[in-house]
């Protein structure tokens, strides 16, 4: 061992000993005849002190030493005269007898600090250097104790975490794959998963009752900000339960995971809500319940005024901005511009303005005061508030962009507090999602997705209107806004099972192209079961307050899917090429 | 829920209770106006009772069950007249009440039993049925176990796991990659990881100090038996340590698995073994010490008796068969055929029989009694032994040829007990391997591996004989005559690093191209650092007392990487392999 103790480790309960330390050179200070160290690894800081007049030698080692260079030293602790509260090792410094360079460093092209100096794409190219600084380091760690806890709880309760196939088969009705070509099955391609969904439900179909894996799944779709191509998901599987089984278990495991990372306990339920409120009070299935600001509907009381807006609107709505009576004119006309930006794409905003000098808004000549009063006290607003409105012919997209606009003035008035938590189950979505285009009925989770029991009837049923009103045994884990979990109880009746693909269009042959090798699963004794999947690195993003996940991936990639340290995807041999029967079409264009 | 309790949770104590119960159906019997059903779940089997008079409709259920059905009871917990002392819950029965028909289920193609009549194809091809074995399912459950284990083991001494990419670079030098298409960076490819060898030692870069991580890694070689296309390492890495803090952790590990797992308990340090004594007693680096038999070199005994075969040998060397005295000449010459079959490829065995008539064997006309005596007894053997003895003008691969002997005698005398453990680490490897084809060394281990310290002189050295002499700062962890863990102390000062690649015969530009980032990376102040990787599909088949891997991986792959459940690898699209800019160029053989 290079080292008796870690950077982090001493304390004045050690002065007087002798020490060995390693690490690296974070920062050096010269101060009549001493210079000071601070020594970094994982663990923490430790100042050093080399007295010049002790050696010639140290003196000279010293002199030498330069940032990030990889030191060991031994010494002795002594007590600080002026001790540094801020951190742990901070009421002790280590005096230097010995001093050896383990590694010199050529300058880092950032500072290796909590606030580095390096712009992103730097930072990116040397991951390993932006990997030692402090926030990365703490993220990491996070993430460790996140899995550990989960695995740990999930263990308890009886689950077995089972690895299943990275080489498998490509999956029907998906995102993209992505694929590799097999050597010795020339011609053919193995997948990677988006997902372990068929193997766990395999699994239960052999019996092994509760099912997890923290397991990396893959998708080849076009990277937004914030999506990787490769993820990692807490994916579990259960047999013989019902919803509220799985919101109890994982309901357990979320507040394990509170408790055993956070420190924060929830004594209470966690808030359920079903779909359809969360559209009408938070325009999100991914309610934000952080904050107030619920959307309120006034469609009725608007209609027949002879605003043409409100009369042709088939849902108007408003949130209040609580003291936003003060907004400016110039601040509501920004706001109006936010809206109707494409990612929004909202047609306009009114607003009621609830000052001093009574109420105004931008519909005055359509309403009287106290209709306006009326309206503004609906959505919940006081006197000092300012009402934001908003009118559309579809319900969904209209209430979808009240929500967005109620975030973003959330984040504008500081509603949405980093280190505050609010963990919401969100269930009772509809089953299937009817598409104008193809005039057909998509599963909105996926074919393998139970109808609510209530819901069977209308599920059999062959009327358009009764199979939108069929709502699937299904539900979002939701935490501030965000959601980073989903699950559904899953089909196992094949009745029931038939009638899905019946009702997505397949015939027989379809559904058994599709999906035979599961049905055929089923034949054999398939036990009622259900599952939930959550997003692991947003998960522990979340835990940590950060709204990037990138900094809780110790090697993520850009928005182009490249490894810009690694200089990943890149070039093949052509031998290798031959070898797998595969050749590129690709034709670099002429520049 | 669909039950109140588990098949594998009633006991005596629970008589008279009312519970639910739910599973398959295992077996079904009837005597004298009652069926006897055996409930089956992960958890164990219940017996139930459906009494033939409670109702008329029960009794049609019971009727119409099949093998493997899956049902939910209701019943009372009554004790068993005869009680079954084999089973936990064998005191007790359930009378049934209800009986619901959960799930139907067709014949399955083999027995649901631990002793199937299911020969491996039909079983690989309903993996699902063949997973619900017991088995299989304490197979997998042991491997959670393991891997929880190792993780709480490696998490409280401090480490972190990490997950690295699985889309990365292509590994340099190393065995073939499988390669994944890149869609949205056109003509290029991803590879996936061989072993996380690179991220790890970036990681120690970084400042991480102590990594773990239990992870898929994947080679795209010819497959032997139980080689399996994608395997799980237990991969580990830790900064400023030598040698034997590395070994002390993770022999730390093997006893906390050892002693929570198996419920062993190692008290002694484990034996260690330099490679040169681990060829010379045992004719391989990965001694099974379970039993004796070691070799014995007689070269120098055995020279100048005008027997050429031993004259012209540069080994020759033997061991002693305990009891083998009776051997017949059939059963020796039978030995003679085995070892010279081109897996082991001796040119024949040579033998002594220790009888009750005095030394026999089979060059007896080149030496005398006393001679022959002294050869058998310097090979350990006494009175009733046979000595089984090989000569060769390779000592190393006599050795092996010896050793593989000294393996298949163990085996034939059962020498070799599944429920003994001997762990052993072997180290002392020699650094380099020198090829007469290409007239090179190759690096033994990979060329981050650092030479012993007190070798660098010879390192430094022009004389070919000087660099064999060069022992690697590397090391095995054996069990039981199979290497499960490998791992080194890695290079860390670049003028040994740059020796290294001179060695290798690289060129400057050589190294920097295909260990430019890796060696860029040491240059910001790289600490000293080692790591070892266990093969963790095999430490759990060993730890199962199986031979085999398979039925510790849920989902594996035959010999030709296909996946005979899921039929994979497949065909893909012709629209999907445009969007990737690849054309296949296989041609299938005209029939």
Redesign the interface.
Known sequence: ???TH?CGELRLSDSGKSVTL?G?VQRIRKMGGMSFIDL????GITQLVVDDSVSKELNETAESLGR???IQIKGVVVERSSKNGKIPTGEIEVRINEMKV?????T?PFTIEDDTDGGEDIRAK????D??RGPL?RA??L??QV??EA??FL?DEGF???????????TPEGA?????????????????PQSPQT?KQ??M??????YFQIV?C?R?E??RADRQ??F?QIDCEMS???RE?ILTTFEGMAKSLFKNVLGREFSEQFPRMSYSDAMNFYGSDKSDIRFGMKLAEITSMVKGHEFSLFDTANYVGGIAVSGGAEYTRKQIDELTEWVKRPQIGAKGLLYIRLGADGAKSSFDKYFTQEEIKAIAEKCGAVNGDLVLIMAGEKRDKTQEALGTLRIEMGNRLGLRKKDEFAPLWVYDFPLLEWDDETQRFYAKHHPFTSPKPEDLDKFFSNKKEDLEQVFANAYDFVLNGTEIGGGSIRI??SKVQQRMFEVLGFSEEDAQRKFG?IIN????????HGGIAFGFDRFCSLFGGQESIRDY???P?NN????V????????DEA?M?????????V?PVK
């Open positions: 061992m290079f080292r870690t390693a690296w970094r690894d994982r663990y990030e260079y990889v383990l590694n010199q460093a050529v880092p040397y991951r390993y250097l990997l030692r380091q990491l760690a993430r460790h899995a550990q695995r740990r263990s077995i975490e089972v690895e299943t196939p990275v080489l498998m088969n490509s993209r794959d992505f694929v590799v070509p097999s050597r010795m099955n020339p011609g053919e391609f193995y997948a990677l193997f395999l699994l179909v052999a019996g092994y009752d509760r990396k893959f080849d076009d990277l191509p490769e990692t013989f339960v019902e089984d196992y009746d090798f699963a089923f034949k054999f004794g398939a036990p009622p991936i110790a090697f990639k182009s899917g490249r490894d340290m690694l200089d990943t995807p890149g070039k093949i290798q031959n070898e797998l029967f595969i050749k590129s079409t690709w670099p």
